[in-house]
């Protein structure tokens, strides 16, 4: 299996196939990593969002859509919906794990190689970090088991405190 690693970066800046972004259920933008990778991705990110929206209605929590990435240097967005705290929750940490697999589900049926998280539902969701962060290595983990295709996962921190959970928890220095 391939090793998974974690890096302090800002997710708009990477080369990789796909970048997922920390949506909500609109699609339509806000804050965090969703502000940035609109604003940086320009109003045809927008415009495709706005498409699959007026087609299904937008993405429930725990689920994925995928668009192009307008003017970001990754082929692809993968907008994930992670769940909004609401103190310890089977159901929500549960909703959490399905926001990785769908994204992951999507990557591999569009081919994708190589694929950068960020850490989903950790800043304005208010989901504890290191508990997010164990779900999400679980859960990668678990779906490269029987899915050879991919062949690059990125944990994409940005923030300190996140990176050192992530580094810690994958073994890094
Ligand atoms: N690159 C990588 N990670 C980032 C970046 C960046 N440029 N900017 C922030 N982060 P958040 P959520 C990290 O709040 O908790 C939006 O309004 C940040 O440090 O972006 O899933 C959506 O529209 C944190 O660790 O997403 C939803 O309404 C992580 O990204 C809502 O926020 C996630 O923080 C989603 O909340």
């Known amino acids: 299996m391939i090793p998974l ?3 302090q970066a800002d997710i708009t800046t990477l080369e990789v196939d796909a970048i997922v972004n920390a949506a909500n259920t609109s699609l339509l933008g806000g804050g965090g990593v969703d502000g940035a990778i609109h604003r940086k991705a320009g109003p045809q990110l927008l415009e ?3 498409a699959i929206r007026n087609r299904q209605g937008g993405c429930p929590t725990g689920e994925a ?19 909004v705290w609401q103190g310890t929750n089977p159901k929500t940490e549960a ?21 950068a998280f960020p850490n989903i539902s950790t800043g304005i969701y208010g989901f504890p970090k290191p508990r997010a962060a164990e779900i999400a290595v679980a859960e990668v983990t678990r779906f490269l088991e029987t899915n050879s295709s991919i062949e690059q996962v990125l944990f994409v921190c940005f923030d300190e405190e996140n990176f050192d959970i992530y580094k810690a928890m994958l073994g890094q220095s």
């Open 48 to 50: 495709e969002c706005r």
């Open 5 to 7: 690693e974690c890096i």
């Open 65 to 83: 859509v995928i668009t192009g990435a307008g003017r970001l240097p990754a082929k692809f967005v993968i907008h994930a919906v992670g769940p």
């Open 95 to 115: 909703l959490l794990a399905s926001a990785y697999r769908h994204s992951l589900e999507l990557a591999v049926a569009n081919h994708v190689k190589s694929i």
